[in-house]
T-cell receptor
């Protein structure tokens, strides 16, 4: 069955520093991968998605992610973090039927000044 | 479009009471999903519908949970009777049917506390 692992429960990054959030997936075929962000008290907002093609995907708010099939990974990156990026980040994979998303448990990002 | 609308935003109820959570999906979306978010288990998919028909309810934890979608613009998730371990944030999401794995759009969630 499909699954997603986000190894880091909580990460703290200094404002202006670079960020990388890890995501590993388990899926037999070509996965459909997503990153969502959840601000406190809010719903989830899509940051970016990967279906096929270029393995480096650009998203909103200056985020990007790279799909690496050999490592079963889809890590999220940002070159310079802003205080407003503090939130919870979820990686997700499409289920085998192509109908629903299976989420990881999330990584909470704190930004220090 | 106002997005996915969930009500209420917060619900506090006593153990044993019936709780009904409501969701209005984005107009024109064919899929509707119910997720539950807890610290321990993260975001779990409970059930989803396609064109008002339940497709997969394997994530529904117990018979105390039920979900309906009587029409394309409304869905409910009911817990009867509620228990303290049902305390969580429940999210509704919807998406159009434009091929596999189009992204889902989420509501703001209902925070349920069962005391």
């Amino acid at each position: 069955a499909q699954s997603v692992t986000q190894p880091d429960i909580h990460i703290t990054v200094s404002e202006g520093a670079s960020l990388e959030l890890r995501c590993n997936y388990s899926y037999g075929a070509t996965p459909y991968l997503f990153w969502y962000v959840q601000s406190p008290g809010q719903g989830l907002q899509l940051l970016l998605k990967y279906f096929s093609g270029d393995t480096l995907v650009q998203g909103i708010k200056g985020f990007e992610a790279e799909f690496k099939r050999s490592q079963s990974s889809f890590n999220l990156r940002k070159p310079s973090v802003h205080w407003s990026d503090a939130a919870e980040y979820f990686c997700a994979v499409g289920n085998q039927a192509g109908t629903a998303l299976i989420f990881g448990k999330g990584t909470t990002l704190s930004v220090s000044s | 479009d106002a997005g996915v609308i969930q009500s209420p935003r917060h619900e506090v109820t006593e153990m044993g009471q019936e709780v009904t959570l409501r969701c209005k999906p984005i107009s024109g979306h064919d899929y509707l999903f119910w997720y539950r978010q807890t610290m321990m288990r993260g975001l779990e998919l409970l059930i989803y519908f396609n064109n008002n028909v339940p497709i997969d309810d394997s994530g529904m934890p117990e018979d105390r949970f039920s979900a309906k979608m009587p029409n394309a613009s409304f869905s409910t998730l009911k817990i009867q009777p509620s228990e303290p371990r049902d305390s969580a944030v429940y999210f509704c999401a919807s998406r159009p049917d434009r091929g596999v794995n189009t992204e889902a759009f989420f509501g703001q969630g209902t925070r349920l506390t069962v005391v």
